[in-house]
C-alpha cells in the first residue's frame, strides 16, 4: 500500500494548522473522508435528493436503489447472510442501545447475567447498567491481564449458565487491544448467551466476518471507516431480529396504522423509524467501495506497522508510559501514553501547536481510566492515511512538549 497514493485522496491532509503541515492522529475518534464520499454526498444532494421507499417518481427510484444499494454493499462488507439483517443507525450507540431496550429487555431476568469488560466505551456500559437496573439481571465484568488483554481462560471462568449476554469490543479504543471475538462466542453460546460486538474500532481497520465469528450483533459507526458522521449499522442474526419490538415508532417503519393498533413493516425496515439517514448511507456505501479498493488487510497490516514503529520511537522517551500490549500484533493503531508530570490535555495543546492532532482525556472509557491508575491520558491513533514521517513528527512534539514543561517548572 503506497501512502501517497492514498494520502491524495484525502484533501483535508493537504493544510497548515498554526504554521505546520497537518499530523492527524485521531482517527480512534473520527476518520477523514475521501473525494470518492464527499462527491458522493454532493452528488445525491445535487443529482437526486429525494425520499425514499415510497415515491414513484425518477428521483425517488434513484434515491431508493442507491440507499438499498448501500444497504447490500454493507452486507457484503461483514458477509451477513441477507440484506434483512442490516439495519442502518445513527452509530454504534444507537445500535447497541437499540439490543439492549428492544432484545435484552425483553429477554433478560433477575439473577440472568451479562458480561462485559473494564475496557468498554461507555456506549457498551451504560445500556447495560440500565438493563440490569429494570431487569434485575447481574452485570458482571471479565478482569483484565496485566498488559490490557483479555484470556480464553478468563472467560470461561467468568461466564456461567446464567450468563445470558455477552458484549464485548473487537477493538479497544483506549489499548488498541483485539480481542479474540469467535473464541468468546464460541464460549457464550456454550453457555446459553448470546455476544454483541462493538464494532466501532474494529470494522474500519481488518475484515470483519460476521459468520466466521458468530456474533449474534454487532454494531459500527460510518465516521471511523471514511464515511459520514451520523450514520452506522447494526447486524443482528435474522431470527433474533424477526422477533425483537421496535423501540421507535412511525413514518418508514409502518405497515398498517388503525386507530388503536397497528403493524410494522418486514426486517430491515421495522427498525428504521421515520425517514432514514439517507445521503449518509449512501456515503457509507462509498466509503465501503473506497476501504475495499484500498484492502483491509492492507489497512490492518499498514497500522501493525505503524503502531510497532512508534511504540519503538517512544520507547526511548524517557518518563513516558505507553498503555496496552507491548507486542503490536496484537494491538490495531492506537497508542495511548502519558507523560511523567504533564496533564495529557497540555501534552494535547502544544502537540497542537506543533500542527499535530491527538486526542486528550479519558476517552469515554472512564472504567477503564481507573483500572490504569489514570484519570486521563493522550492518545495517537493511525489510519490507512498515516506515515512514519508523522510518527517521527509525533516524537519530536513529544519531546518539545517535555522540554516545554521541565523549563516551566
Same mark, same amino acid.
Given at each position: 500500500?503506497?501512502?501517497?497514493?492514498?494520502?491524495?485522496?484525502?484533501?483535508?491532509?493537504?493544510?497548515?494548522?498554526?504554521?505546520?503541515?497537518?499530523?492527524?492522529?485521531?482517527?480512534?475518534?473520527?476518520?477523514?473522508?475521501?473525494?470518492?464520499?464527499?462527491?458522493?454526498?454532493?452528488?445525491?444532494?445535487?443529482?437526486?435528493?429525494?425520499?425514499?421507499?415510497?415515491?414513484?417518481?425518477?428521483?425517488?427510484?434513484?434515491?431508493?436503489?442507491?440507499?438499498?444499494?448501500?444497504?447490500?454493499?454493507?452486507?457484503?462488507?461483514?458477509?451477513?447472510?441477507?440484506?434483512?439483517?442490516?439495519?442502518?443507525?445513527?452509530?454504534?450507540?444507537?445500535?447497541?442501545?437499540?439490543?439492549?431496550?428492544?432484545?435484552?429487555?425483553?429477554?433478560?431476568?433477575?439473577?440472568?447475567?451479562?458480561?462485559?469488560?473494564?475496557?468498554?466505551?461507555?456506549?457498551? !456500559?451504560?445500556?447495560?447498567?440500565?438493563? =440490569?437496573? $429494570?431487569? +434485575? #439481571? @447481574? /452485570?458482571?465484568?471479565?478482569?483484565? &491481564?496485566?498488559?490490557?488483554?483479555?484470556?480464553?481462560?478468563?472467560?470461561?471462568?467468568?461466564?456461567?449458565?446464567?450468563?445470558?449476554?455477552?458484549?464485548?469490543?473487537?477493538?479497544?479504543?483506549?489499548?488498541?487491544?483485539?480481542?479474540? !471475538?469467535?473464541?468468546?462466542?464460541?464460549? =457464550?453460546? $456454550?453457555? +446459553? #448467551? @448470546? /455476544?454483541?460486538?462493538?464494532?466501532? &474500532?474494529?470494522?474500519?481497520?481488518?475484515?470483519?466476518?460476521?459468520?466466521?465469528?458468530?456474533?449474534?450483533?454487532?454494531?459500527?459507526?460510518?465516521?471511523?471507516?471514511?464515511?459520514?458522521?451520523?450514520?452506522?449499522?447494526?447486524?443482528?442474526?435474522?431470527?433474533?431480529?424477526?422477533?425483537?419490538?421496535?423501540?421507535?415508532?412511525?413514518?418508514?417503519?409502518?405497515?398498517?396504522?388503525?386507530?388503536?393498533?397497528?403493524?410494522?413493516?418486514?426486517?430491515?425496515?421495522?427498525?428504521?423509524?421515520?425517514?432514514?439517514?439517507?445521503?449518509?448511507?449512501?456515503?457509507?456505501?462509498?466509503?465501503?467501495?473506497?476501504?475495499?479498493?484500498?484492502?483491509?488487510?492492507?489497512?490492518?497490516?499498514?497500522?501493525?506497522?505503524?503502531?510497532?514503529?512508534?511504540?519503538?520511537?517512544?520507547?526511548?522517551?524517557?518518563?513516558?508510559?505507553?498503555?496496552?500490549?507491548?507486542?503490536?500484533?496484537?494491538?490495531?493503531?492506537?497508542?495511548?501514553?502519558?507523560?511523567?508530570?504533564?496533564?495529557?490535555?497540555?501534552?494535547?495543546?502544544?502537540?497542537?501547536?506543533?500542527?499535530?492532532?491527538?486526542?486528550?482525556?479519558?476517552?469515554?472509557?472512564?472504567?477503564?481510566?481507573?483500572?490504569?491508575?489514570?484519570?486521563?491520558?493522550?492518545?495517537?491513533?493511525?489510519?490507512?492515511?498515516?506515515?512514519?514521517?508523522?510518527?517521527?513528527?509525533?516524537?519530536?512534539?513529544?519531546?518539545?512538549?517535555?522540554?516545554?514543561?521541565?523549563?516551566?517548572?
Amino acid at each position: 500500500m503506497n501512502i501517497q497514493d492514498v494520502r491524495q485522496y484525502f484533501p483535508i491532509l493537504n493544510q497548515e494548522v498554526n504554521g505546520h503541515p497537518l499530523v492527524y492522529l485521531d482517527s480512534a475518534a473520527t476518520s477523514q473522508k475521501p473525494v470518492q464520499v464527499i462527491e458522493t454526498l454532493d452528488k445525491y444532494y445535487r443529482e437526486y435528493n429525494s425520499n425514499v421507499h415510497r415515491g414513484v417518481h425518477t428521483l425517488g427510484t434513484k434515491a431508493t436503489d442507491a440507499y438499498e444499494g448501500a444497504r447490500d454493499k454493507v452486507k457484503n462488507f461483514i458477509n451477513a447472510k441477507t440484506m434483512e439483517e442490516i439495519i442502518f443507525t445513527r452509530g454504534t450507540t444507537t445500535a447497541l442501545n437499540t439490543v439492549a431496550q428492544s432484545y435484552a429487555m425483553a429477554n433478560l431476568s433477575e439473577g440472568d447475567e451479562i458480561i462485559i469488560s473494564p475496557m468498554e466505551h461507555h456506549s457498551n !456500559i451504560i445500556p447495560w447498567q440500565q438493563v =440490569a437496573k $429494570k431487569t +434485575g #439481571a @447481574v /452485570l458482571k465484568y471479565f478482569p483484565l &491481564q496485566k498488559d490490557g488483554t483479555i484470556s480464553i481462560a478468563d472467560v470461561e471462568a467468568t461466564v456461567t449458565s446464567s450468563t445470558k449476554l455477552v458484549s464485548i469490543t473487537y477493538v479497544s479504543n483506549v489499548l488498541g487491544v483485539i480481542n479474540p !471475538i469467535k473464541e468468546i462466542a464460541a464460549i =457464550a453460546h $456454550k453457555n +446459553g #448467551a @448470546v /455476544l454483541v460486538v462493538d464494532a466501532a &474500532q474494529g470494522a474500519p481497520h481488518m475484515k470483519v466476518d460476521v459468520q466466521d465469528i458468530d456474533c449474534d450483533f454487532l454494531g459500527f459507526s460510518g465516521h471511523k471507516m471514511c464515511g459520514p458522521t451520523g450514520i452506522g449499522v447494526l447486524y443482528g442474526k435474522k431470527e433474533l431480529l424477526e422477533n425483537m419490538e421496535p423501540i421507535e415508532f412511525g413514518g418508514e417503519m409502518i405497515d398498517f396504522v388503525g386507530l388503536y393498533e397497528s403493524t410494522w413493516k418486514e426486517l430491515p425496515w421495522k427498525f428504521e423509524a421515520g425517514t432514514p439517514i439517507i445521503a449518509n448511507a449512501i456515503g457509507l456505501g462509498a466509503a465501503i467501495d473506497f476501504l475495499q479498493e484500498v484492502g483491509l488487510d492492507n489497512i490492518i497490516e499498514h497500522e501493525h506497522k505503524m503502531a510497532a514503529y512508534a511504540m519503538e520511537k517512544m520507547s526511548n522517551i524517557n518518563g513516558l508510559t505507553i498503555y496496552g500490549p507491548q507486542d503490536a500484533k496484537n494491538r490495531a493503531g492506537v497508542i495511548t501514553f502519558n507523560i511523567e508530570d504533564v496533564h495529557p490535555h497540555d501534552v494535547a495543546t502544544v502537540l497542537d501547536a506543533e500542527g499535530i492532532a491527538v486526542r486528550a482525556g479519558h476517552h469515554c472509557a472512564q472504567p477503564l481510566m481507573k483500572w490504569l491508575n489514570v484519570s486521563a491520558t493522550a492518545r495517537a491513533s493511525f489510519y490507512l492515511y498515516n506515515s512514519e514521517d508523522e510518527i517521527d513528527k509525533l516524537v519530536e512534539g513529544i519531546s518539545k512538549t517535555k522540554e516545554y514543561f521541565s523549563d516551566v517548572f
